[in-house]
C-alpha cells in the first residue's frame, strides 16, 4: 500500500495583475516534497501588467505549467477554466499571491485518504512585507479581526463549515459542476456549502500552511472586504441556514456606529459612546495582535481592523438583492466529467 505511487495532483491558479508574486508562488508549487505527478495550470485573466510575460516564462521554463484563458477576468470562470483545463484525480487550489509550505500537497493527499473528506484546507497564514501588509496580516490572523475562523487563526483539525483553497477530490468538484460563476466573490464558501448538503465532508487541519500576501493599502483593503460582505450576503439569501452570529457583528457594528454618531451630533453627546468604545476596543485589541511588531506596524493595525469591519460590514448591509436573483438563475454545471 505504502509503495503505491501517489495520485496525481493538479494545481489550479486563478491569476490576475499578479507580476509581483506570480514567479515565487509557482516555485513553492514546483518544488513540493511530493513523489507523485504535478501539473499547473495558470488560468490567466486580462492583466495589466507582466503576469502574462511572467506566465509564459514559466511555462518555456517547465514542461509541468500550463495556460488557459479567462478572458473575463472572474475568479470563479479562472478556477473552471483551470479545472477543465487539468487532468489529475486531486485538485489543489491557489492564489497567485500564495506560498504553500513545502509538504503542503504531501500533506494534504495524505489527510484527504485519511479522513475521506471531499475537500481538505488549513490556515491562511498572512505574511506582509512592509509595516502596513504586517499590519494587515496581524489583524487578519486575530480574532478580534476575524472572529473564530480557524482557517485565519488556527484551532484543533476537524470538520468545517469551509476552509482557505482547498485541495479537492475531482469528483466533488464535477458532481458541484464546480464553482458557481456569479459568485465574485465567497465562491469557495458557496461550494463548499454545495459540497457538505450532499453529504461531503471539508475538513481543516492546521497542518496545511499557506503564506497569504496582504493587500497593499487601505483602499485595496477595503474594497476586499467590502466585496467579502456583499457576497458572504448573497450566500446568506442563497443558502437558508448558512449564516450564523459571526456574520452578523461587523454589519452589527456598522448600524450602532452609525446611528451613535448620528444620535451624538444631533441629540446628545452619549451617542458618542459608541463609537468611542468601538475604537476603543480595537486599540485594546490591536496589542495583542501586534505583540513582537515594530512600532510602525503596530499602530497601523488599528487601522486595518477598523477598514476590514466597517467594509465588511457595509458590503453586508448594502448587498443588492439582484446579486441573488443572478445568482439562482445561473446554477447549471459548469464542470462536467468528461
Known amino acids: 500500500m505504502h509503495d503505491q505511487q501517489p495520485p496525481a495532483v493538479s494545481v489550479i491558479m486563478p491569476v490576475l495583475n499578479e507580476e509581483r508574486h506570480l514567479r515565487t508562488s509557482v516555485r513553492h508549487i514546483l518544488e513540493q516534497e511530493y513523489a507523485g505527478e504535478l501539473e499547473v495550470v495558470i488560468a490567466l485573466g486580462p492583466s495589466t501588467d507582466r503576469t502574462d510575460e511572467i506566465a509564459a516564462e514559466l511555462v518555456r521554463e517547465d514542461s509541468r505549467v500550463h495556460t488557459v484563458p479567462n478572458p473575463t477576468g472572474r475568479t470563479p470562470a479562472a478556477l473552471n477554466a483551470a479545472i477543465k483545463a487539468s487532468r489529475h484525480p486531486i485538485v489543489v487550489r491557489v492564489d497567485g499571491h500564495g506560498m504553500l509550505s513545502p509538504n503542503y500537497i504531501a500533506t494534504a493527499v495524505r489527510l484527504l485518504e485519511e479522513t475521506g473528506a471531499q475537500n481538505v484546507g ?68 458557496e461550494l463548499n456549502f454545495r459540497i457538505r448538503e450532499a453529504g461531503g465532508l471539508i475538513w481543516f487541519s492546521p497542518e496545511l500552511l499557506v503564506s497569504y500576501r496582504p493587500r497593499p493599502n487601505v483602499k485595496a483593503l477595503a474594497k476586499q472586504y467590502k466585496d467579502y460582505g456583499r457576497w458572504r450576503h448573497v450566500v446568506a439569501r442563497y443558502h437558508q441556514g ?44 490591536s496589542v495583542p495582535a501586534g505583540k513582537g511588531l515594530p512600532l510602525a506596524a503596530r ?27 443572478k445568482v439562482i438563475a445561473s446554477r447549471r454545471p459548469a464542470v462536467r466529467a468528461s
Open 242 to 285: 448558512s449564516i450564523n452570529l459571526r456574520y452578523l457583528a461587523a454589519p452589527t457594528a456598522v448600524v450602532a456606529i452609525a446611528a451613535g454618531l448620528v444620535a451624538g451630533v444631533t441629540v446628545t453627546p452619549w451617542g458618542l459612546v459608541v463609537p468611542a468604545g468601538y475604537l476603543a476596543a480595537i486599540t485594546a485589541g
Open 122 to 189: 488549513g490556515i491562511m497564514h498572512a505574511e506582509g512585507e512592509n509595516s502596513w501588509e504586517r499590519a494587515v496580516a496581524a489583524a487578519m490572523t486575530s480574532k478580534v479581526g476575524v472572529g473564530n475562523a480557524a482557517f485565519h487563526t488556527g484551532g484543533a483539525a476537524g470538520p468545517a463549515e469551509t476552509v482557505y483553497l482547498g485541495v479537492f477530490r475531482r469528483e466533488a468538484l464535477e458532481q458541484q459542476g464546480g464553482y458557481n460563476e456569479e459568485f465574485i466573490r465567497a465562491q469557495d464558501w
Open 299 to 325: 499602530v497601523r493595525i488599528p487601522v486595518a481592523l477598523a477598514t476590514m469591519h466597517m467594509s465588511w460590514g457595509f458590503g453586508f448591509l448594502t448587498s443588492p438583492r439582484s446579486l441573488a436573483k
